[in-house]
């Protein structure tokens, strides 16, 4: 496993930017496929979009696609979230997780062996 801790969250205005960082230790990042997931309050923890050990491909869900953008760097061991047109819906906690496959990261996170502690956004409207 590898150990996650996500930055760059904070207070933004509807309309607004963030970038999330999420930085892993180990030597085998790249072994790992990267998910993004976000929890709001009173709901279900949300997948949010993920990325393959290489980078070469990304999901998002509907509501995100075309606003938010995930990426990675490998030899910075570092996964991005960058979120534009935010919107208060957006507001969660957004936690990264990682898992060598890409498959249990979209679709059964529940199995997902790695995840960061989370970091807050929160959009106003």
């Known amino acids: 496993q590898v150990q996650l801790v996500e930055s760059g969250g904070g207070l933004v205005q509807a309309g607004g930017s963030l970038r999330l960082s999420c930085a892993a230790s180990?030597?085998?990042?790249?072994?790992?496929?990267m998910g993004w997931f976000r929890q709001a309050p009173g709901k279900e923890r949300e997948f949010v979009g993920a990325?393959?050990?290489?980078?070469?491909?990304?999901y998002y869900i509907d509501s995100v696609k075309g606003r938010f953008t995930i990426s990675r760097d490998n030899a910075k061991n570092t996964v991005y979230l960058q979120m534009s047109s935010l919107k208060p819906e957006d507001t969660a906690v957004y936690y990264c997780?990682?898992?060598?496959?890409?498959?249990?990261?979209?679709?059964?996170?529940?199995?997902?062996?790695?995840w960061g502690q989370g970091t807050q956004v929160t959009v106003s409207s």
């Open positions: 997780a990682g898992d060598p496959s890409i498959v249990i990261v979209t679709t059964k996170p529940d199995l997902v062996g790695s």
């Open positions: 180990g030597r085998t990042f790249s072994s790992y496929a």
């Open positions: 990325i393959s050990r290489s980078g070469s491909n990304t």
